[in-house]
């Protein structure tokens, strides 16, 4: 196993990708996302964070934070948000999966994936590729012909902002960027 290390800048900005165990589809239910918004905004309150970007799909999210300037945890926000989801959710709305042994011993649901995927963003060119990663991903998984169409996104936002355009993503339209270089 390669040993991974994370990490951690305060003040930095990241790009995440969080999935269900299991790539299981049910973060898109209105009870899910009611309850990740809580969750969301509990942590945010003992823990804050600046959200610059954030696309939710059934089975997994995209987002870009900025952490305080004294302030490089992340890890501890993802762990309370997950948390604060599992215990809150109603597992009626999360389909039925078998629990490994590993997870029995860990006392984990069958929620989240254990980890979460984290990049440190390094300069502007890289957060432009992962701010458009994140609003064309709908597109990506074929949700949507067109990135406006996916409503659970910040896209919506940058449109009203002026930032993007309401056809950009639009699958129809050829767009010329490449997006799949950034990891899922």
Not at 146 to 166: E, M, Q
Request: net charge positive; charged share 25%.
């Amino acid at each position: 196993m390669p040993n991974y290390e994370r990490i951690y800048i305060p003040g930095g900005t990241y790009f995440f990708t969080v999935v269900t165990y299991q790539r299981l589809s049910f973060l898109t239910h209105n009870d899910a996302r009611a309850i990740l918004r809580s969750s969301w905004q509990n942590v945010r309150r003992k823990y804050p964070f600046f959200l610059i970007a954030l696309c939710l799909l059934p089975d997994h999210l995209h987002c870009m934070w900025r952490l305080p300037e004294n302030d490089a945890d992340y890890s501890i926000r993802w762990q309370k948000i997950k948390d604060g989801f599992s215990r809150n959710v109603d597992k009626s709305i999360i389909p039925e999966t078998n629990t490994s042994e590993s997870r029995k011993l860990k006392r984990e649901t069958n929620v989240w994936q254990r980890r979460f995927w984290e990049h440190t963003i390094r300069d502007q060119q890289d957060y432009n590729k992962h701010f458009d990663y994140i609003h064309y991903n709908p597109v990506k998984h074929g949700y949507v012909q067109k990135a406006i169409d996916w409503p659970w996104s910040t896209f919506h936002r940058y449109v009203s902002l002026g930032i993007y355009d309401p056809d950009w993503g639009d699958i129809s339209l050829n767009d010329e960027f490449i997006l799949s270089s950034v990891g899922e």
